[in-house]
Every structure is written in structure tokens, then in C-alpha cells.
């Protein structure tokens, strides 16, 4: 008996008599076209869609930025998250600060800790009509994320002090219907970058047709504080890609039990679904954990930089970049057409893929 996850799918291997010579062992680029613009080249198709910079220093998230970045992974932050005051000129800007790139800008409603350097400086901006639960469960922004957007000094009181409710529509978007204008304007302002639309699951299906008529370059749906059976979401999935209007999908997996995240062959076969893009955010748990203990660097340290390379750079390699490395591998071997079947008759029919039993 199969569990609530994927792997009653399989991942084909080519059929016999198939040439495979001259393939590379390492994936194409991620292509990611845009309307009535050129289209961006991304290094790989994951992204960090959600990480807690306000629970470590400026410093050590630059550091983290910069690491992730350097290996392909669309990074989803605020300046501000990084040490980037709104008020600071470029020029006057902390001693080693260097803006990332593949920065995945987000566009919260409330758009605290936003500043115009990030529209010059994002790949993709993604504006979020969903709000997320935090780690307390409230649709609200804690005490220390407004304190790292408004670059509050430690001494000094927040304004407002505890929690911040968090919109469940941005008030510049009166409605789903006025989110093409937003759009127009997102891409004046950054016209260099994709713009991407997210929702939660429960949106998308109450809101459907006029979501997939929103002319965004992808659609980004946040399932990943959901537990639902991974067959079914396939399902849904299936079904979504139906539409001739879908846009590229962009995904946050859900959970498929209470603890079992989406692990990388999960996230292929949803790619092999017909999925663009997939975040890493349950892969980096352990990573999260590492980094609370890693000591800021001494005041009397000559190269505080090189320090919390030598830290963090441990850390990935140990808990990130074996999956990075699958990822990669496993994406190599998708061939076009379908690349999934089953040996469960009844999965195989219900997502339309192949039967491989008798």
C-alpha cells in the first residue's frame, strides 16, 4: 500500500532502441518567458521562496544570499532583509555589501522594508495576493521582521511594538480584477524582471478563471502549509494544465503527511507533471537549524566576510547541495513527452500517464 506521497509514480527511464548519446549529464538553462518582452535565462528552475532573514544578523543573511545564489537558487528577499537601509545612499552603504542577484523580489500588500533599489535590482517580482500563516500561526508580521524592514537599531523600541496583521488583499489591488493594472506597473518599474502572481490553493480554485486570466509571466502557487494526499494534487494539477490559458506554474509543494515534505524526486515528478519551477524551502530545515548556531563574527575579526563563508559553506554542503546535485542529475534525464507512469492502474488512468502493469 502506497502512503499519501508520490511514489507510486515512477520516473521513466528511455525506451529501448532510444539514442541517448551526445545528451549532457547536467540540465538546460531554465527559460522563463515574458510577455511582450525578452525572455530570462535562470541558472536552474529552484527557488528559496519564504526564508526567516529577520532570525539571524544582516551579515550572516547576505552570507546565505550570496551562497545560494552562487549555486543557481532564485533568491526571495528585501535589501532591507540584508542590511540595505531605504534611507542609506548606495555609495555610504555598509563596508562589503553586495547586492545579490537573482533576486526574487516580494511584493507584500503592506510593502514594509520596500525600497526602489529593489526594483532595480530584482529578476523576478512576485506580487502576493495570499497572505501566509507565521510560525504562530496568525496572519500577522512579527515584532522582529518589522524591525529588520524598518532597520530598527536593537536599542531602540519598535513603533507599535507585537504583531503586525498582515492583508489578505494588497490595498493598491481593490480586487482580483485590478491586479492586470498592478501588474503594468510592476513592469515599469522593474522592466528587467519576470512578474509572477502567487496564491494559496484555496484561492485558485474558489477564483479560477479570473486568476488564469491575470496576464502574469508565471503563476506561483503556496501550498506548502497544506497536508493533502500527493496523488490528488497531482490530480489538481492535471486538471489546472487542462486550461489552454494556464501560465507556468511555479510551485511550493505541500505537505504529504504531517511531517513528510516533498523530497527531490517528488519535486521532479511534479515538474514531469508539467510544473516550471520548484521551491526549496522544505529541504531547508536542517540548513535553517545550522545557521541559529553560528557565532557572529568578533568585533576584532580582520575578515568577518571570510569567516561566515567558512561557516555557512559547511552547512550547505552538508544539508543542501547533495539535493541540489540530485536535482540536477534527475533533470538531465527527463526526456520531452511524458516522462511518469505507474503500476497502480487506477493512478495511471486517473493522472493519464502510463500503465506499466499487465
Given at each position: 500500500?502506497?502512503?499519501?506521497?508520490?511514489?507510486a509514480?515512477c520516473l521513466?527511464?528511455?525506451q529501448f532502441g532510444e539514442?541517448?548519446r551526445?545528451?549532457?549529464p547536467?540540465p538546460?538553462e531554465?527559460?522563463v518567458?515574458r510577455?511582450?518582452?525578452?525572455?530570462?535565462?535562470l541558472?536552474?528552475?529552484?527557488?528559496?521562496?519564504?526564508?526567516?532573514?529577520h532570525?539571524w544578523?544582516a551579515k550572516l543573511?547576505?552570507?546565505?544570499?550570496s551562497h545560494?545564489?552562487?549555486?543557481?537558487?532564485?533568491t526571495?528577499?528585501?535589501?532591507?532583509?540584508?542590511?540595505?537601509?531605504?534611507d542609506?545612499?548606495?555609495?555610504?552603504a555598509?563596508?562589503g555589501?553586495?547586492?545579490?542577484?537573482?533576486?526574487m523580489?516580494?511584493?507584500?500588500g503592506e510593502r514594509y522594508g520596500?525600497?526602489?533599489a529593489?526594483?532595480?535590482?530584482?529578476t523576478?517580482v512576485?506580487l502576493?495576493l495570499?497572505?501566509?500563516r507565521?510560525?504562530?500561526g496568525?496572519?500577522?508580521?512579527?515584532?522582529?521582521?518589522i524591525?529588520r524592514?524598518?532597520?530598527?537599531?536593537e536599542?531602540?523600541?519598535?513603533?507599535?511594538?507585537g504583531?503586525v496583521s498582515?492583508?489578505?488583499?494588497?490595498p493598491d489591488i481593490?480586487g482580483?480584477?485590478?491586479?492586470?493594472t498592478?501588474i503594468?506597473?510592476?513592469?515599469r518599474l522593474?522592466p528587467q524582471?519576470?512578474v509572477?502572481v502567487?496564491?494559496?490553493?484555496?484561492?485558485?480554485?474558489?477564483?479560477?478563471?479570473?486568476i488564469?486570466?491575470?496576464?502574469?509571466?508565471?503563476?506561483?502557487?503556496r501550498?506548502?502549509?497544506?497536508c493533502?494526499?500527493g496523488?490528488?494534487?497531482?490530480?489538481?494539477l492535471?486538471?489546472?494544465?487542462?486550461s489552454?490559458?494556464t501560465?507556468p506554474?511555479?510551485?511550493?509543494?505541500p505537505?504529504?503527511?504531517?511531517?513528510?515534505?516533498a523530497?527531490?524526486d517528488?519535486?521532479?515528478k511534479?515538474i514531469?507533471?508539467?510544473?516550471?519551477?520548484i521551491a526549496?524551502?522544505?529541504?531547508?530545515c536542517?540548513v535553517?537549524?545550522a545557521?541559529?548556531?553560528v557565532?557572529e563574527?568578533?568585533?576584532?575579526?580582520g575578515?568577518?566576510e571570510?569567516?561566515l563563508?567558512?561557516a555557512?559553506?559547511?552547512?550547505l554542503?552538508d544539508?543542501?547541495?547533495p539535493?541540489?546535485e540530485?536535482?540536477?542529475?534527475l533533470m538531465?534525464?527527463?526526456?520531452?513527452?511524458?516522462s511518469?507512469g505507474?503500476?497502480?492502474?487506477p493512478?495511471?488512468e486517473r493522472?493519464?500517464?502510463?500503465h506499466l502493469?499487465?
Amino acid at each position: 500500500m502506497f502512503d499519501s506521497s508520490l511514489d507510486a509514480l515512477c520516473l521513466l527511464p528511455p525506451q529501448f532502441g532510444e539514442g541517448r548519446r551526445g545528451l549532457s549529464p547536467n540540465p538546460p538553462e531554465f527559460i522563463v518567458r515574458r510577455h511582450q518582452s525578452d525572455s530570462l535565462r535562470l541558472p536552474s528552475r529552484l527557488f528559496l521562496d519564504n526564508a526567516p532573514w529577520h532570525r539571524w544578523s544582516a551579515k550572516l543573511s547576505q552570507t546565505l544570499a550570496s551562497h545560494l545564489q552562487s549555486h543557481g537558487i532564485a533568491t526571495s528577499f528585501l535589501l532591507s532583509e540584508l542590511g540595505y537601509a531605504a534611507d542609506q545612499p548606495e555609495d555610504s552603504a555598509e563596508e562589503g555589501f553586495v547586492r545579490p542577484t537573482l533576486q526574487m523580489l516580494p511584493y507584500r500588500g503592506e510593502r514594509y522594508g520596500l525600497n526602489p533599489a529593489d526594483f532595480d535590482s530584482a529578476t523576478l517580482v512576485d506580487l502576493r495576493l495570499s497572505p501566509l500563516r507565521d510560525a504562530s500561526g496568525r496572519f500577522a508580521y512579527s515584532a522582529e521582521q518589522i524591525r529588520r524592514w524598518e532597520s530598527t537599531p536593537e536599542d531602540e523600541p519598535l513603533s507599535g511594538g507585537g504583531w503586525v496583521s498582515a492583508f489578505s488583499l494588497p490595498p493598491d489591488i481593490p480586487g482580483l480584477e485590478q491586479t492586470a493594472t498592478k501588474i503594468h506597473q510592476l513592469r515599469r518599474l522593474a522592466p528587467q524582471a519576470a512578474v509572477l502572481v502567487s496564491v494559496t490553493p484555496e484561492w485558485l480554485w474558489r477564483n479560477l478563471d479570473t486568476i488564469l486570466a491575470i496576464p502574469a509571466d508565471a503563476l506561483l502557487i503556496r501550498a506548502g502549509q497544506l497536508c493533502m494526499d500527493g496523488i490528488q494534487f497531482a490530480e489538481l494539477l492535471g486538471r489546472l494544465f487542462e486550461s489552454p490559458t494556464t501560465p507556468p506554474i511555479w510551485l511550493s509543494p505541500p505537505r504529504w503527511g504531517t511531517e513528510q515534505h516533498a523530497n527531490v524526486d517528488d519535486c521532479i515528478k511534479l515538474i514531469s507533471l508539467g510544473v516550471s519551477a520548484i521551491a526549496i524551502d522544505p529541504w531547508m530545515c536542517d540548513v535553517y537549524e545550522a545557521l541559529d548556531n553560528v557565532p557572529e563574527p568578533s568585533v576584532y575579526s580582520g575578515d568577518p566576510e571570510s569567516q561566515l563563508n567558512n561557516a555557512i559553506g559547511p552547512i550547505l554542503a552538508d544539508f543542501l547541495l547533495p539535493k541540489i546535485e540530485r536535482f540536477a542529475a534527475l533533470m538531465s534525464t527527463i526526456a520531452e513527452g511524458s516522462s511518469l507512469g505507474s503500476f497502480d492502474r487506477p493512478i495511471a488512468e486517473r493522472l493519464r500517464i502510463q500503465h506499466l502493469g499487465h
